[in-house]
């Protein structure tokens, strides 16, 4: 791929970040910019939801309820670890941080389509937010991340109608960047860049996209529903007036299940820049990457009723959402199994970025393979609402798009900041949160599969070891997302020593300065050629060359 | 929506081209492109709604029945009609955007204002007839003809008048008819019975949602239309505001869809 070189200009050119006002930054409508105010957002919410989860395993650490005090405090962590992780962090995190700051760089333009809209997005993020602030402060609430009926809509005594008002406005700040972004695919494209030469990145965003913009008002209209009812009594949950309490779970896990795609394609998306990059080869099939995350992101609607397997949904309807979730894994092996073939022949390079990559590729594998076993529906009924569960989906979630957000940020902090951080406590950290990650969550597995069920506080004293071993775990992993915290911050006090592209990678961003200049490119951006020209032959011979300088 | 807050030489026609697009073309295929796509994420909004009044529907065809036959469908012919003829000259504000008619334009958004506003006026009549009758759903709501109905007795008097059972049939309250078709074999099922009823009072919850929904989007869509009269009228837009008032136009064609869909859901269907 090909820019036009940086044009030199008398002085240096004032990059994104020069100006550094308060007004400057909340009245920016620059995406870098907003990404930024994201980042700072997301992350925040990731520590707040973060310390939740450590008090709960705090808790767990014995078998009697002994910490929290009461059952009730542990429903309410439970659910607000639930709400703000998946509502405040895992959607927005890697599209609204990475997606904002690169898409439009990526594909050669000087900005998002509608760059108010876009800023205007954070806002109504922030207002969501904010009053998930106030219910943690006001006493939470304990429906759990689902807020299922009936009892979020009859018995509940906690703050269920503002959460669910906080989700609804939350879910149009992923609406307004869902259509900002597939606009601007649309749209903006650079001459040259054909939809063939969009770096896998795009695509996965673009499929992100669709999802935030088809999935998220089924999600409001659910939510509204659920206030309805709690204001007005009027009976859509309610089995005595005629409602039906599975109502809300279809409408509920329509959106939630693609909400699942909706966190973890953006983590595609990163690890598909990452392993070309640091394998020093073309990704293997890039067609058929590309058109894995819209058949993800088609399948991802289908497939809702795997949810419902144990609630009174018909036996023919779950025998046919089993089919179509086993369906889903296709494309999502499609995308590992290039991963995997892009690596070979490659010339592999262990910098932070890629060790995230692998950790990524490795937990995301086993979160599929034991999706597939929930999605048998023999299997379902053995393990639903156990540990297995939770240890599933945070092998999805945490294995999967945490460990590609912080790839990301490391892949790209050098782009955003113009500075490199620590590398050694970069690799440490990485293998940190890998070996935290597992301690945490593999026990977990176990514990489900022995039949501990999720969401209590106490449990039979033989599940001691395994559940002392997660929570050993999860010191380990909150130690592992400190210390990148920590060093990732430090480095801003050093030079802008990074250089435009520090890891000689090929993609539009990498040939502009960093940090970028406000409109991102000094002159017309032409593209020529396919993305991800890297060649491992030539990476080995540089490295050859540098061996033999370094022994003469 | 871009709307650059200066004015360049507004006589000219030509819109002002935002930094981060090529041209104007491009500007314009984007915005008309946003919209869309925010159409298409409304589509999805209202579209779980009506999922689910066809599933109750289709559970309870009976009680949507009875309950539907209390909606008005002239009133509801009448707002097709307005909302219809709105459309309409919000096709021509359009119209007149692209071609250059500053006055056309704001007698065109003024007349779409008037008739947005007589159909907003409408409604806000049925719903009040609907009130009155105990039909909005919560604790205030009573199935007409049920021992609570104080509007009931007329109902009963003519039960006790002895008539044939056909006549009766044809007179029968809303209760009498739920408890009909409720009962099994000459025996009520109290069961079924309480469901029609929750049915029944389903079909008003959907009513008003739906509606009101929709009566919120009317709400947005002619602030947006009085604002756009204003803006026009003092050529704050650059050009003759072409995109922005096409962009509107599709939002309002777009409500104006969603009532078309409303209509036969919530009044027609027998």
Redesign the interface.
């Known amino acids: 791929m090909s820019a036009s070189a940086p044009a030199r200009h008398d002085g240096p050119p004032a990059d994104y970040l020069s100006e550094s006002t308060v007004k400057s930054w909340l009245l920016t409508v620059d995406h870098k910019r907003i990404g930024i105010l994201y980042l700072i957002s997301v992350t925040t919410f990731f520590f707040v939801g973060g310390v939740i989860a450590g008090l709960m395993r705090l808790e767990l650490m014995t078998p009697r309820g002994d910490v929290l005090g009461s059952a009730d405090t542990y429903n309410r962590m439970f659910t607000m670890h639930g709400v703000i992780m998946i509502f405040f962090f895992l959607v927005p995190a890697i599209p609204a941080v990475l997606g904002n700051f690169l898409l439009p760089i990526m594909i050669g333009?000087?900005?998002?389509?509608?760059?108010?809209?876009n800023l205007m997005s954070w806002y109504v993020y922030m207002i969501g937010g904010l009053m998930g602030v106030y219910i943690l402060l006001h006493g939470g609430i304990d429906t759990g991340w689902t807020f299922y009926t009936p009892f979020s809509s009859m018995y509940s005594n906690t703050q269920v109608v503002t959460a669910a008002l906080a989700v609804f406005i939350t879910g149009f700040s992923s609406?307004l960047t869902g259509?900002?972004f597939?606009?601007?695919v649309?749209?903006?494209r650079a001459p040259g860049m054909t939809w063939f030469r969009m770096p896998l990145f795009v695509w996965s965003h673009y499929a992100t996209a669709l999802i935030m913009?088809?999935?998220?008002?089924?999600l409001?209209?659910?939510v509204v529903?659920v206030g309805?009812e709690r204001f007005?009594?009027?009976?859509?949950f309610?089995p005595?007036?005629?409602?039906?309490p599975i109502?809300f779970q279809?409408?509920f896990w329509?959106y939630s299940h693609p909400a699942v795609y909706i966190m973890v394609l953006p983590g595609f998306a990163v690890v598909s820049e990452i392993i070309p990059c640091f394998a020093r080869r073309p990704i293997f099939g890039y067609r058929f990457v590309a058109f894995a995350s819209v058949a993800i992101a088609i399948f991802g609607f289908l497939v809702w009723g795997h949810h419902m397997f144990v609630s009174g949904q018909s036996m023919y309807a779950g025998a046919v959402f089993s089919i179509l979730s086993f369906l889903v894994a296709i494309p999502s092996a499609i995308k590992v199994f290039n991963w995997t073939a892009t690596l070979y022949k490659g010339s592999i390079k262990f910098d932070t970025p890629m060790l995230y990559a692998l950790g990524f590729m490795g937990l995301f594998t086993i979160g599929g393979l034991t999706g597939l076993m929930l999605a048998s529906l023999a299997i379902d009924v053995h393990v639903h609402d156990t540990y297995f569960i939770v240890a599933h989906f945070h092998y999805i979630m945490v294995g999967g798009t945490v460990m590609a957000y912080l790839g990301g940020i490391h892949f790209w902090w050098p782009k955003m900041t113009g500075r490199m951080y620590s590398d050694l406590w970069g690799k440490l950290s990485a293998l940190l949160v890998f070996v935290g990650f597992n301690l945490t969550f593999f026990p977990q597995f176990l514990l489900g599969y022995l039949g501990m069920p999720r969401r209590y506080f106490e449990y039979r004293p033989e599940f001691q070891v395994l559940n002392v071993m997660s929570t050993a775990g999860a010191t380990v992993l909150a130690v592992g997302m400190v210390v990148p915290v920590i060093y990732l911050l430090l480095s801003l006090r050093g030079p802008k020593n990074a250089g435009p592209n520090p890891w000689n990678a090929t993609g539009l961003e990498w040939q502009i300065e960093s940090p970028p200049t406000t409109?991102n490119f000094h002159e017309p951006v032409l593209v020529t050629c396919e993305p991800y020209l890297y060649s491992p032959e030539e990476a080995e011979r540089e490295y050859a060359h540098a061996q033999h300088d370094h022994v003469a | 929506m871009?709307t650059p807050s200066t004015t360049t030489s507004p006589e000219s026609g030509r819109q002002l081209l935002l930094?981060?697009?090529d041209d104007l073309e491009?500007q314009h295929?984007?915005s008309n492109?946003?919209m869309w796509?925010?159409l298409?994420?409304?589509v999805?909004?209202f579209?779980?709604?009506i999922?689910?009044y066809t599933?109750?529907r289709a559970?309870?065809p009976e009680?949507f029945h009875l309950a539907s036959r209390h909606m008005d469908k002239w009133l509801g012919f009448f707002n097709t009609w307005v909302l219809l003829t709105s459309s309409l000259t919000m096709a021509l504000a359009v119209r007149c955007s692209q071609v250059g008619d500053r006055r056309g334009i704001v007698r065109n958004l003024f007349l779409t204002l008037v008739f947005g506003t007589a159909f907003l006026g409408v409604k806000a009549t049925e719903y009040r007839t609907e009130i009155n009758h105990n039909l909005f759903?919560?604790?205030h709501f009573i199935v007409p003809g049920s021992p609570e109905d104080p509007h009931a007795h007329a109902a009963e008097g003519s039960h006790e008048g002895g008539e044939g059972h056909e006549g009766a049939a044809a007179h029968a309250s809303d209760y009498e008819r739920l408890r009909e078709a409720s009962t099994v074999d000459g025996k009520l099922d109290e069961e079924k019975f309480?469901?029609?009823?929750?049915?029944f009072?389903?079909m008003f919850?959907l009513y008003f949602?739906m509606t009101g929904v929709h009566a919120f989007h009317m709400i947005a869509g002619l602030a947006l239309v009085a604002l756009f009269i204003v803006l026009t009228q003092i050529k704050w837009f650059s050009g003759y505001g072409q995109t922005q008032i096409e962009v509107l136009g599709l939002y309002w064609h777009f409500v104006d869809v969603v009532w078309v869909f409303l209509y036969p859901l919530l009044y027609l269907i027998e």
């Open positions: 333009a000087r900005d998002l389509a509608f760059p108010k809209i609406i259509l900002n597939v606009v601007t649309h749209t903006m913009v088809l999935g998220t008002p089924v409001a209209i659910s529903l309805l007005f009594g009027v009976g859509v309610d005595k007036l005629g409602g039906d109502l279809h409408l329509f409109h | 871009h930094h981060h697009f491009q295929l984007s492109l946003g796509f925010f298409v994420s409304e999805m909004f579209s779980g709604l999922a689910a599933v109750y559970w309870s009680a759903p919560g604790k309480s469901r029609n009823k929750g049915h009072q389903l919850v949602f």
